[in-house]
């Protein structure tokens, strides 16, 4: 395989996950029985540019086309993020009623509402069936496809250029980002910018982050190798923020070259990479140590507690969850069930070893000893919510970055 971004052949695997299923593959009882293909797990570091990236490409048919469960908006703090996002560009560059904003991998619209609700004209893109039919019952419309030239040519021809094109969690799952960069060009306003948002590789490795790689995730993006990447278009990285969302992400602001003035913030996000290493193999080496000596620990102490006849369940049941559950080969024979608040996956079985997901009702009638909080990034929102469980004896394992454990009275 050559780099998503250089096309460089120059590329150095450092971590091995090893085969899982797609992250989304939720299953109904009706499909248990279809055979599961599990797909290589392996990143790597291309030693031309520096952008890490996973080796194998799963086809975005299979990943999103397939009755995708996923959905933007399952948590108050997920919902407030995207609409203070909305907010912040609207008044940063003071666009209005007559600006179009596009969207692209726009879920059920929750970013395009926080547009909606300052005037702008919004639009979706997403390939994701049923994921669109929500969004459009929601009120915001939205073509059912993947983003390409042709879309956006038609979506210009229709409708105008756009004043901001965004992507929140987008940007690295394209495997083809040289066609998304075409494309972006053809729809964005010469005086437009597009802004996307993803987690920080350098809060991936300095956190252990490991659950967030899957195949979903084709890219773990840092600033450094964009900027040669958005020069080969004629655009610049201008401005970067720090956000804490999804265990630490970065909302990058790029324009056409020369068109809005580059802010401070990209020299000084470059700078903090350089000095992290990200581009070190040592770094990335140590990294994956330290991913298996999670497994190890995270396994020892799960094995404890069944060896002492406690019942333990796991709490939400996130994409980057099931990348944590088959790399350490969690099953039903440790976990009883996984809770969830989305309604598209419960009734549906994990992807890999069928665990059955549950609503969250299930934790309070059978009151387990231990629940493994998967989505840790939203561990306050997730302890405040289940706060009856804790205050009944209940304890929660949050897995990342070390394994601890919580009761009522631990302080986040």
């Known amino acids: 395989m050559n780099c998503r971004m250089c096309n460089s052949t120059h590329l150095f695997d450092f971590l091995d996950l090893g085969f899982t299923p797609p992250a989304d593959q939720f299953r109904r009882r009706d499909q248990l029985l279809q055979p599961v293909t599990h797909y290589p797990l392996i990143t790597s570091l291309c030693e031309d540019c520096g952008l890490v990236q996973l080796r194998y490409v799963v086809s975005p048919e299979i990943l999103y086309r397939q009755d995708y469960p996923y959905e933007a908006s399952t948590t108050r703090t997920g919902k407030q993020h995207f609409h203070d996002f909305a907010a912040s560009v609207v008044d940063k560059y003071g666009f209005g009623e007559a600006d179009l904003v596009v969207d692209i991998g726009s879920n059920v619209g929750v970013l395009l509402e926080g547009f909606k609700v300052r005037g702008l004209r919004v639009l979706g893109v997403d390939p994701a069936t049923n994921i669109v039919r929500i969004a459009e019952k929601r009120g915001i419309e939205t073509i059912d496809e993947f983003f390409t030239e042709a879309i956006a040519t038609a979506i210009a021809a229709e409708r105008g250029q756009a004043s901001v ?188 070893d069928h665990i059955p997901v549950v609503a969250d009702a299930r934790l309070y009638e059978t009151r387990p000893d231990y629940a493994l909080l998967l989505a840790w990034n939203f561990a306050r929102e997730i302890m405040a919510n289940i706060s009856d469980y804790t205050a009944a004896g209940g304890k929660v394992i949050v897995p990342i970055p070390t394994p601890v454990i919580l009761d009522k009275d631990s302080v986040l």
């Open 165 to 352: 094109i965004s992507g929140s969690n987008v940007f690295a799952h394209i495997d083809d980002l040289n066609g998304f960069l075409k494309a972006v060009d053809i729809l964005l306003k010469e005086t437009g910018v597009l802004v996307i948002e993803v987690p920080h590789l350098l809060h991936l490795i300095d956190n252990l982050e490991y659950d967030t790689i899957y195949h979903e995730h084709l890219s773990y993006i840092s600033v450094e190798p964009l900027i040669g990447f958005f020069a080969r278009f004629g655009m610049q990285v201008i401005n970067v923020e720090c956000k804490d969302i999804h265990g630490g992400s970065i909302r990058i602001f790029a324009a056409r070259q020369g068109v809005h003035p580059v802010e401070n913030s990209v020299a000084e996000i470059v700078a903090l990479e350089q000095a992290k290493g990200l581009r070190d193999k040592q770094t990335l080496v140590q990294f994956a140590g330290r991913v298996q000596a999670n497994r190890n620990d995270l396994v020892w102490l799960l094995q404890r507690l069944k060896h002492e006849g406690k019942r333990i369940v796991a709490v939400s049941a996130p994409a980057k969850g099931m990348t944590l559950l088959n790399y350490c080969r969690i099953g039903r024979e440790t976990l009883e069930y996984v809770t969830e608040k989305a309604p598209l996956k419960i009734g549906r079985f994990t992807p890999g």
